[in-house]
């Protein structure tokens, strides 16, 4: 059964270092998605992506934060310079469509950010 | 606003004793009500979307069903394997194809 998958699954890294976080979607959806879940709290839209594009982000997706397809299969974020705030676990999710009957969102495990 | 209210946070069952978890929403105008499973440290992982007042789907030991204001996973029977966070979340008609998640409910079934 095809999957998102994400790598890498934990990363720990010091206050102000860059970090990037990458996924590959399922191959033959077309809308991406990045998503986190602090320790204990809701999981929360960040933002999302279609035809190469940024199509929505959330207040939470600020400047720091960026998004990338490289290539044909690979979906990153990056944040350009890490917060303690930024701990939290990063989903991507991928859907076939934006809506409608095929608009299911299918996640990834997860990649554990870590920020001393 | 839109809001999902899940209820309760916590549910612990016997093997076998059936229940049923709760979503509230507000939206302005629902495309989609989704719930997912997820297990500790893992992500969501897909079980059934409804988009229309009345709809029902079932997997297995799982019934989900919705109203204009509300939806219910019914859990018929639970096996000790069902224990799980069970996430539900709502996408809006407003041209968002974002999901917005309620805060779970936190199934444990006791053997």
């Known amino acids: 059964e095809p999957e998102v998958t994400q790598t890498p699954s934990h990363q720990v890294t010091q206050m102000g270092q860059e970090v990037i976080l990458r996924c590959v979607p399922i191959?033959?959806?077309?809308?991406f998605y990045w998503y986190r879940q602090i320790l204990g709290q809701k999981v929360e839209f960040l933002v999302s992506?279609?035809?190469?594009?940024?199509?929505?982000k959330s207040e939470i997706f600020d400047d720091q934060f960026s998004v990338e397809r490289p290539d044909g299969s690979n979906f990153t974020l990056k944040i350009r310079s890490t917060k303690l705030e930024d701990s939290a676990m990063y989903f991507c999710?991928?859907?076939?469509?934006?809506?409608?009957?095929?608009?299911?969102?299918?996640f990834g495990e997860g990649s554990r950010l870590t920020v001393l | 606003e839109d809001q999902v209210t899940q209820s309760p946070e916590a549910l612990r069952l016997q093997e076998g004793e059936s229940s049923s978890l709760n979503c509230s929403y507000t939206?302005?105008?629902?495309?989609?009500l989704f719930w997912y499973r997820q297990d500790p440290g893992k992500g969501p992982e897909f079980l059934f979307t409804?988009?229309?007042a009345g709809e029902e789907k079932e997997k297995e030991r799982l019934k989900a069903t919705l109203t204009k204001k509300e939806s219910f996973l019914h859990i018929t029977a639970p096996k000790p394997e069902d224990s799980a966070t069970y996430l539900c979340?709502?996408?809006?008609?407003?041209?968002?194809?974002?999901?917005?998640f309620g805060t779970g409910t936190r199934l444990t079934v006791i053997p």
């Open positions: 992506f279609y035809n190469n594009e940024i199509s929505e």
């Open positions: 191959s033959n959806h077309l809308y």
């Open positions: 409804l988009y229309s």
């Open positions: 999710a991928s859907s076939r469509t934006s809506g409608g009957r095929t608009g299911e969102l299918f």
């Open positions: 939206v302005s105008g629902l495309r989609g």
């Open positions: 979340a709502v996408q809006a008609q407003t041209g968002a194809n974002n999901l917005f």
